[in-house]
């Protein structure tokens, strides 16, 4: 195993510079991450499926504390019926896709974002006003789908590298359409 690495990080924003060397390792455990947020949610959304059929509206009713700021949001969906056999398919639909597409390393950048957006969402339902819910573990998840987006993840023993240079029309996939590279990586 190699211990050595060119891999260099650097982020210019808003004035601050954020430089460092990954350590050889650290491709490893991209992919273990990749691995470990695709089997987490892809078991979520098995676990809704096996007890089908899933309602989300006990959560929206009784699982959101009134201190959160989407309480009463979350209370008018789940009043709506209409809405909710919506979201009682895009959930656990969505939750499946997300885990397939990490564990396959595919449109990762897509997963990663549509993961991030679920937590994102599942952590605002579960404030409870107190500053340490600013560490729930929802939040965590979310910041460690995002990591995996910005780390390009799928080019990493995953078929977005393959994906990426599909030839189409003489061109590789992402110099003929430049804007896939938001969804894939």
């Known amino acids: 195993m190699s211990t050595t690495t060119r891999n260099r990080l650097e982020s210019r924003y808003g004035g601050i510079t954020l430089e460092g060397r990954p350590h050889a390792l650290s491709a490893w455990f991209v992919v273990a991450l990749r691995f470990v947020m695709g089997g987490m949610i892809l078991f979520a959304g098995l676990g809704k499926v096996a007890d089908w059929p899933f309602d989300a509206s006990g959560f929206l009713v009784h699982g959101v504390d009134p201190a959160s700021p989407v309480s009463g949001l979350y209370a008018a ?3 709506n019926p209409a809405l909710m056999e919506v979201i009682n398919v895009v959930v656990p639909a969505t939750q499946l896709l997300i885990g397939v597409a990490l564990i396959a390393g595919a449109f990762v950048r897509l997963a990663a974002l ?7 969402l599942f ?6 006003g107190e500053w340490l819910a600013l560490f729930d573990s929802t939040l965590i998840y979310a910041v460690a789908f995002l990591a995996l987006g910005a780390f390009a ?5 995953g078929l977005d590298r393959y994906i990426e240079g599909i030839n189409v029309g003489g061109q590789p996939l992402l110099e003929r359409f430049p ?6 990586g």
């Open 179 to 184: 804007r896939l590279r938001y969804v894939l």
């Open 153 to 157: 993840a799928g080019r990493i023993a």
């Open 123 to 128: 952590y605002l339902g579960g404030w409870e």
């Open 114 to 120: 549509g993961g991030a957006m679920q937590m994102v």
């Open 77 to 79: 969906m789940a009043a």
